[in-house]
Nanobody
Framework: VQLQASGGGLVQAGGSLRLSCAAS????????MGWFRQAPGSEREFVAA????????QYADSVKGRFTISRNNAKNTVALQMNSLKSEDTAIYYC????????????????????WGQGTKVTVSS
């Protein structure tokens, strides 16, 4: 599975951005998809994830109510709509995929993801 993330940029606090991740590969629709982020000097942290069919989602507490993850299996894409952005959301955002046997499984730890995109930078100015 290959992943290509896009949509990052510079935005003012309170603004919105929409990240997109395009997946390719024969089993890409068998994967749960997740977004992680890494700020300078910090470890990579979980942001949001979605199950294979899009019915199950998980969010980090820091983004609940502000971010929404979604997927379009027909297009093999996953999106992260980010609203009410804060300066602490500044980071490089990575999409990742995880092979899961069941549709309701939504991994939240990086170790459970086998494939990673290259990252897209999000900068929120205060």
């Amino acid at each position: 599975v290959q992943l290509q993330a896009s949509g990052g940029g510079l935005v003012q606090a309170g603004g919105s951005l929409r990240l997109s991740c395009a997946a390719s590969g024969p089993t890409s629709n068998m994967q749960a998809m997740g977004w992680f982020r890494q700020a300078p000097g910090s470890e990579r942290e979980f942001v949001a994830a979605i199950g294979r069919r899009g019915f199950n989602t998980q969010y980090a507490d820091s983004v609940k109510g502000r971010f929404t993850i979604s997927r379009n299996n027909a297009k093999n894409t996953v999106a992260l709509q980010m609203n009410s952005l804060k300066s602490e959301d500044t980071a490089i955002y990575y999409c990742a995929s995880s092979y899961v046997r069941r549709m309701d499984i939504v991994p939240v730890t990086p170790d459970n993801y086998q494939y990673w995109g290259q990252g897209t930078k999000v900068t929120v100015s205060s």
